[in-house]
């Protein structure tokens, strides 16, 4: 049975499916996969925001449970990688633009620029990818009503319910372009974390109040600044973690034999992705980011929760010798800029020097910290300070 839609749509963008679609349109794993998601997050986010107009949710669920819709996407839970033949005349590229249409109508263009600008490829391209999404869009959804025997109703209060996991996967700017239906997310959003994350909350609480005396008692010391904002970025990590949809676990066996259990949506996976594609060159731009990393508030000691990933990533090296990386530590800009600086050196090295404990020789590493330079986000917003908190590493040779 599908526990989630998420799971029944995201399920289907594994690296059979990656692979096939980049090999067809001459891009990387890691970019496919990105595409993909943000197009299929779109088009969920889409139903939710349009659901509540006069006959349309039940028009997509005729779609969904109609004879002609489920024979044309039979195919599609054991061989995923047939999207690559939805194109314009097929019977899954004409229901994935019929689908495409009624979401989006004359949006549609502003849609795929959007998961174009995302995912750093062309308008034709990521035309191309949200109409190879749709049907595994359809795909999931028919599989989560079939699995659950859901009602219309069902569906919709089902999506509501997941939309906040949703905005991960969207491209920057996305709600925008849906107009004034999108709001219907954030209102989903409290029952939601209510829901999944009620255990958190009283933890994050805590924090508060023991975050706000430690600043009362030391607001005339200089590191306060800084400990605030690393307290901060601890909490916003622990709810993000919470709500964060990196997909399920699956097994993955390497080339000296060691197999790993990482996410499907991981950096473990897209760096493996980045490193198996002979197409995709070394440069200087293409930084993955740690997405399982925590340190101690204010500090560069790692938390025994990083292991995990950290591991991982080792025997990723340590199975693909010629790959060299570098680690890059960054803080957002609030706060004594030098302090900012030396934290993110100390973790950058700090890295570096836990994979080389785990039997990564060293000349193969080197680190760097950056402070706030090179955000990723909106420093004017608590969102965007969160997203340039941050140690990534980047590829210097494979």
Not at 214 to 232: C, D, G, I, Y
Not at 248 to 254: A, E, M, R, S, W
Not at 263 to 282: C, T
Not at 336 to 343: H, V, Y
């Amino acid at each position: 049975m599908s526990s989630s839609i998420i799971d029944s749509v995201m399920g289907f963008i594994g690296p059979q499916v990656t692979g096939a679609v980049a090999s067809q349109l001459g891009e990387s794993s890691a970019v496919v996969q990105q595409g993909l998601q943000g197009s299929a997050a779109a088009m969920l986010s889409g139903l939710i925001a349009k659901a509540d107009e006069p006959g349309f949710l039940s028009q997509i669920f005729s779609m969904l449970t109609n004879p002609s819709t489920t024979s044309a996407l039979s195919g599609l839970a054991s061989n995923p990688s047939a999207i690559t033949t939805a194109v314009a005349g097929s019977p899954l590229g004409d229901l994935g633009g019929k689908f495409l249409s009624m979401l989006f109508g004359s949006r549609l263009g502003s849609i795929t620029d959007s998961i174009g600008q995302a995912a750093g490829i062309g308008s034709g391209k990521a035309s191309s990818l949200l109409t190879m999404a749709a049907p595994l869009v359809l795909g999931g959804l028919s599989k989560f009503v079939r699995d659950n025997n859901v009602s219309a109703t069902g569906l919709l209060s089902s999506l509501k319910s997941e939309a906040p996991s949703l905005q991960g996967f969207l491209p920057a700017g996305f709600r925008n372009l849906l107009g004034g239906g999108i709001p219907s997310l954030a209102a989903a959003a409290p029952a939601a974390a209510a829901s999944t994350s009620r255990w958190l909350w009283p933890v994050i609480v805590l924090a508060a109040l023991l975050l706000a005396g430690l600043w009362f008692f030391n607001r005339s010391k200089a590191p306060v600044t800084e400990t605030m904002q690393n307290a901060a970025n601890t909490a916003s990590s622990a709810a993000s973690s919470a709500a964060s949809a990196l997909g399920d676990f699956f097994k993955t066996k390497l080339p000296d034999g060691v197999e790993l259990n990482i996410p499907q949506f991981g950096v473990e996976n897209k760096l493996l992705a980045f490193i198996q594609d002979s197409s995709k060159p070394v440069d200087s731009t293409t930084w993955f980011n740690f997405d399982r990393l925590t340190f101690d508030t204010g500090k560069a000691t790692l938390q025994p929760a990083s292991q995990e990933q950290l591991n991982n990533i080792a025997e990723i090296l340590k199975a693909f010798p010629n790959v060299h990386l570098k680690i890059g530590g960054y803080t957002d800009n609030t706060g004594d800029a030098a302090a900012n600086q030396k934290l993110s050196e100390e973790r950058a090295k700090n890295v570096m020097n836990e994979l080389v404990a785990k039997g990564v020789d060293a000349s193969r590493l080197e680190s760097q910290g950056y402070g706030d330079q090179y955000p990723v986000g909106d420093n004017a917003t608590e969102e965007g300070r969160q997203q340039n908190r941050r140690i990534a590493m980047r590829v210097t040779a494979k």
